[in-house]
């Protein structure tokens, strides 16, 4: 994992952007963004099992594998979003990025590689894209049944009880880091 500040400047998404300014993991842990090198599949399973993980699945993000929807779903996955549930992603091969948002709405830039294993908490914002190679395989993590519901960043988003929940924890230093 490799975390900095991202420069925003024109390009695809899908390059690395860079700004040279690292951005430390404590840094993450205060936004409520966990992370874990965990080279070995059973370290996964028991950190599910510690975290209440009851279910889980494999997507592979790639042309070959999703053929003509690739593009738009690579730019859909892109669109700032928050979700209602943490989101759990443990990569299994390839690699791909997450972006954050700091406290000042800047993005951070997460690139993830294979035993990567990254918390995002529910109602942050954030967005991820494929880097250059266009694959990644992750398997997906889920407290409950698996689903995936993105709610684009709008102004009723903003008022989402789970985005105040999150504002909350963060203003009070309280973001749940387990």
Not at 40 to 62: C, F, H, P
Not at 130 to 138: E, G, L, R
């Amino acid at each position: 994992m490799k975390a900095y500040w991202y420069d925003n400047l024109p390009g695809d998404q899908r390059e690395d952007h860079d700004s040279g300014h690292p951005v430390e993991s404590q840094y993450l842990q205060r936004l409520g963004v966990l992370y874990h090198d965990l080279p070995q599949l059973e370290d996964v399973q028991t950190l599910a099992k510690k975290r209440n993980y009851k279910n889980q699945d494999e997507i592979t993000v790639s042309p070959e594998k999703m053929g003509d929807v690739y593009e738009d779903k690579v730019k859909m996955f892109f669109h700032e979003h928050l979700h209602e549930d943490e989101e759990i992603r443990y990569i299994l091969d390839g690699e791909g990025f997450f972006d954050v948002r700091s406290e000042n709405d800047a993005w951070v830039r997460i690139h993830l590689e294979k035993n990567d294993l990254i918390i995002l908490p529910p109602g942050i914002y954030h967005r991820f894209t494929t880097d250059s190679k266009n694959y990644i395989k992750a398997m997906r993590l889920f407290k409950d049944e698996p689903k995936w519901t993105p709610l684009n960043r709008a102004e009723e988003t903003d008022k989402n009880s789970f985005r105040q929940e999150y504002l909350k924890s963060r203003a009070s230093g309280a973001v749940t880091v387990n």
